[in-house]
């Protein structure tokens, strides 16, 4: 069974330093990975894709990296804004599923 | 494309009655999933449909829970006898099988608490 770490569960940045979210999966057999935001109370908003044939993306301040050999992801947050609070969620895509960890839990402080 | 919706957004209900939602996916988008989350937990898996048919149920879908996609578009999650452990918020996310990157795109949730 694939289990998604993701660390740390929470963590409060001041405004305008970088954000470094971790994850780790268990098994490498993956087709993708995913990061997601979640506003509370809120569904889903998808941020960014990476197959497992690739090592990062990027999409304006957010940039997420893959070492699928390793079972790891990292995302990437550049200058952090108060707006960029909220739940961070991993998610691997095989099996024809997404398994998700818990999330990272962002608060950044103006 | 008006993305995924779902219905109700919150449901409140007592114990020991039925419940139904309803989740339509975007309209191109041949796999539907549910998937339910509790407070502080990720989503987790439920089931997926490619088009109408069912092709797969997680351990977590008891007997009480029943899913259909009867026509392959809008989809419905019914919960029978109702017990508090299924408070949660139960999430719908479509995508289109067989593309390069196959992204799940996900509603807004239906939030279930049971008294």
């Known amino acids: 069974k694939q289990e998604v770490t993701q660390i740390p569960a929470a963590l409060s940045v001041p405004e305008g330093e970088n954000l470094v979210l971790n994850c780790s999966f268990t098994?490498?057999?993956?087709?993708?990975l995913q990061w997601f935001r979640q506003d509370p109370g809120k569904g889903l908003t998808s941020l960014l894709l990476?197959?497992?044939?690739?090592r990062e993306q990027t999409s304006g301040r957010l940039n997420a990296s893959l070492d699928k050999s390793s079972g790891r992801s990292t995302l990437y947050i550049a200058a952090s804004q108060p707006g960029d609070s909220a739940t961070y969620l991993c998610?691997?895509?095989?099996?024809?599923?997404?398994?998700f960890g818990k999330g990272n839990q962002v608060v950044v402080i103006p | 494309d008006t993305g995924v919706s779902q219905d109700p957004r919150h449901k409140i209900t007592k114990r020991g009655q039925n419940v139904t939602f309803r989740c339509d996916p975007i309209?191109?988008?041949?796999?539907l999933y549910w998937y339910r989350q509790t407070l502080g937990q990720g989503p987790e898996f439920l089931t997926y449909?490619?088009?109408?048919?069912?092709?797969?149920k997680s351990r977590l879908l008891s007997d009480r829970f029943s899913a259909e996609r009867p026509k392959g578009s809008f989809s419905t999650l019914e919960i029978q006898r109702t017990e508090q452990g299924d408070s949660a918020m139960y999430l719908c996310?479509?995508?289109?099988?067989?593309?390069?990157?196959?992204?799940?795109?996900f509603g807004p949730g239906t939030r279930l608490l049971v008294l």
């Open positions: 996310a479509s995508s289109l099988q067989g593309t390069s990157q196959e992204t799940q795109y």
């Open positions: 098994d490498s057999a993956i087709y993708n």
């Open positions: 990476i197959q497992s044939s690739q």
């Open positions: 998610a691997v895509y095989g099996n024809n599923r997404l398994a």
């Open positions: 309209s191109e988008h041949n796999r």
């Open positions: 449909f490619q088009n109408e048919a069912q092709l797969e």
